[in-house]
């Protein structure tokens, strides 16, 4: 009975938004439906209108029920026509930026097989990209562009050689003499190594602030946070030691040792997100002598107590960053509730200490990439202005 | 009819795999299944046995049915248990080596959310890898490891900034003052720039062959061959000059500016598998000063009327190298027959005519990547032998 009940409020949901009917909470959808960005060569679907609905359309013509599942963005059913394709468009518009998503088909999950796939939820999703007002920052342009590095680098502690990919900025083969910064940068939970690269757009972001010259060119590596065997929701569980040891006792030297880096404190920062932030946070405090700059990005905040009880915080952090989406911000159970501290009143509090720190709030988003590439572009502009 | 009469032989092929009864010409299915090496984080499924069986689960409980395509390999149909699991074993083992496949389920085609995705017939497919005798050539081991750099270059023809990527040996960065040979290594038809680094593992492959001081150090470039416009079977129609283009006038100005290539026709080389083959004899030919070594992997042969209709070939030409699948040589709709020419033969004539040619032939294996790796790390240690 609740999965006929079910079936009924999304078929009509479905039909409501598909019939673009306006109801008087719900503007009309406008019928400039194009494919995502993020779509295989030459599919169709999944669409995006100006409006951010997105439709789904989906072949699979014996099957008794195709559903569209968007996290926590809730579902969307999808209706069976008769030529056996299965169609449906999400009940509200969906936020801007990039979004994971999978399919339910006859109660087994798969991928939508009209667009690329992302690590996240510890398995390759779907993904889907709601152009943005502001998505000229992580657009693909005509500037000078970097390179992303996939680097196999030799881990005692796993006894394998771990993937990394390492940002390198555009001029990075110009000039031999030339030694750069260096960001660390975590993904969240679910995800890896891929994550700030692809649906983060990390290059591009930094290929287009050096174009403007809004930032002092660094390098960025990214790898993988160990984060994945632990079950979301028992984080508490979580032990940074082994990843701690593959980045400050193996990842770090490498990095040194094969790119041309300025290798001391003051030029070597963290930043992650989600999840990410909670390793950076952990692991910076324990190692001041090596990160001088860090940022939480959606994982966490600073607080008073958090420099009172580490040791040299005073002198050796020279800028700690922490933003949220404007909707975690809202929702009591994300945001200020699960992260410790109000985040606004831990920034005017160290800023009155004397401390250099900044809170960042992404409009309009969630607990999602929009958030993070924003945030990236606001903490790479303060990073390293020594 | 039809439909039925596939079914139910489908049904008897899966159901005398995993009973693993033994049949006059078929041996008993051992039960020493594995989860393959190319499944996602933590899956148990597909699974390969130490015969080359593949055996696959799928969660689908509501589905009609299930099946398995593995190209020109045939189908396997799943069938269905009381828990709502698919499972099916192929009615034969697998040739040893990488395949791609796909599901499909109650009519549409979708990826086994058990493995990794390939871009492979224009679209990313599943993949599933069949451990050979010979793999440790494509491991990854514990020497130094080259990088796999993703490149965005700047083609004024194409008026955008596409993707390449770039294999830089490992000791690239220890003196600015070397400089390296280049290979230019193209993919298939429906395939695109990542399948060399990724399901041809041709980074590994280089970095095991320098640990053993087989060959000399050189980069290799994998960019897109703009192959997929066209549709398989029409190939003849197929116009080269687009891609030719931003090779020849745009990717390789590009790489000799930002990487310490030697940049002589003497320390240049292009080789491609399958269609890659053929735009690489069509291109090297028709530009011979810039190109010296030339590869064809499953791609075509050289005949000595090439080399009589090619002027200043015999000057300037200092390796041909052909090869393909055995089985492709044993199936006349394929290797010799399709490609112009008795590959043997040819070499033979070739060698006689006072030409430095190659012929090899992987053993037991099709128009498939195992072919395909194994011809690069013959055609890699006889490149730039000056």
Redesign the interface.
């Known amino acids: 009975m609740k999965r006929c009940l079910f079936g009924l409020t999304a078929l009509w949901l479905v039909s409501m938004a598909a019939s673009a009917l306006a109801q008087t909470d719900q503007p009309a959808i406008k019928d400039d439906f194009k494919p995502s960005s993020l779509n295989?060569?030459?599919q169709e679907y999944p669409q995006v209108n100006s409006q951010g609905y997105a439709r789904f359309r989906?072949?699979?013509?014996?099957?008794?029920?195709v559903s569209v599942g968007l996290g926590g963005r809730g579902g969307t059913a999808l209706a069976r026509s008769e030529s056996?394709t299965w169609t449906g468009t999400t009940e509200a518009p969906l936020d801007e930026g990039f979004h994971y998503y999978h399919?339910t088909?006859?109660?087994?999950?798969?991928?939508d097989?009209g667009t690329?796939?992302f690590y996240g939820s510890?398995?390759?999703e779907s993904g889907i990209e709601i152009p943005a007002h502001d998505q000229d920052f992580y657009a693909?342009k005509?500037v000078p562009?970097g390179?992303?590095?996939?680097?196999?680098?030799?881990s005692k502690s796993m006894n394998?050689?771990p993937r990394a990919f390492?940002y390198t900025p555009p001029d990075y083969?110009k000039d031999?003499k030339v030694r750069y910064p260096v960001l660390y940068l975590q993904h969240g939970w679910g995800e890896d190594e891929t994550a700030w690269?692809e649906q983060g757009r990390a290059?591009l972001i930094m290929d287009n602030l050096l174009a403007a010259g809004a930032i002092r060119p660094f390098i960025i590596v990214m790898a993988y946070g160990l984060t994945?065997d632990v079950k979301f929701g028992g984080l508490r569980d979580f032990d940074i030691k082994p990843f701690q040891t593959v980045l400050v006792d193996e990842l770090i030297p490498y990095i040194d040792a094969?790119?041309?880096t300025l290798s001391d404190q003051a030029h070597r920062a963290m930043a992650g997100l989600s999840m990410g932030g909670m390793e950076t946070k952990t692991i910076t405090l324990a190692n001041l002598d090596i990160f001088s700059h860090i940022g939480l990005f959606s994982g966490g905040t600073f607080s008073l107590e958090d420099v009172d009880k580490t040791p040299g915080f005073r002198q050796k952090v020279k800028l700690v960053f922490v933003s949220f989406g404007s909707h975690e911000i809202e929702n009591p159970r994300g945001g200020r509730g699960m992260f410790g501290g109000d985040p606004k009143a831990n920034e005017d509090a160290l800023k009155k200490a004397g401390i250099n720190s900044a809170f960042y709030v992404s409009p309009n988003t969630a607990h999602e990439f929009l958030s993070w590439r924003r945030s990236l572009r606001e903490f790479a502009q303060m990073l390293f202005k020594d």
Chains 1, 2 share one sequence.
Do not use: E, Y
């Open positions: 295989q060569p030459g989906i072949m699979a013509p014996q099957a008794q029920s056996g399919l088909i006859d109660g087994g999950t798969f991928n097989p690329l796939n510890t398995r390759w693909l005509n562009h390179r992303v590095q996939k680097v196999l680098f030799p394998t050689c390492v083969d031999p690269s290059n994945n094969n790119f041309r």
